[in-house]
Nanobody, 121 residues
Framework: QVQLVESGGGLVQPGGSLRLSCAASGSIYSINAMGWYRHTPGEQRELVAAITYGGSTNYADSVKGRFTISRDNVKNTVYLQMNSLKPEDTAVYYC???????????????WGQGTQVTVSS
């Protein structure tokens, strides 16, 4: 079985920073893309940032220049450095990864449990 465990959420003032981490563990043969999504009540879950195994990245327009996604392929971990946070960044952030458990299987999407990020004074 595969697990994604997130950490690093919390309460921060506008203009502040937070760093989210997401570690994958379990039966892992390989990990393709990894990413972060966020969800607020009444809205659809949206992609915040994604990164390929080779390090190519893409970001939502709303976070470009403020957020940075990175990954450690040895530790099977993805990070999201969030700077210049705004109240509209408040959401539950979810980690996502496309993981193959074996060379015999196709990649499958896994999700973390979510971590709350609240930006408020």
């Amino acid at each position: 079985q595969v697990q994604l465990v997130e950490s690093g959420g919390g309460l921060v003032q506008p203009g502040g920073s937070l760093r989210l981490s997401c570690a994958a563990s379990g039966s892992i043969y390989s990990i393709n893309a990894m990413g972060w999504y966020r969800h607020t009540p009444g809205e659809q879950r949206e992609l915040v940032a994604a990164i390929t195994y080779g390090g190519s990245t893409n970001y939502a327009d709303s976070v470009k220049g403020r957020f940075t996604i990175s990954r450690d392929n040895v530790k099977n971990t993805v990070y999201l450095q969030m700077n210049s946070l705004k109240p509209e960044d408040t959401a539950v952030y979810y980690c996502n990864a496309d993981i193959r458990s074996s060379s015999y299987y196709s990649p499958k999407a896994y999700w973390g449990q979510g971590t709350q990020v609240t930006v408020s004074s």
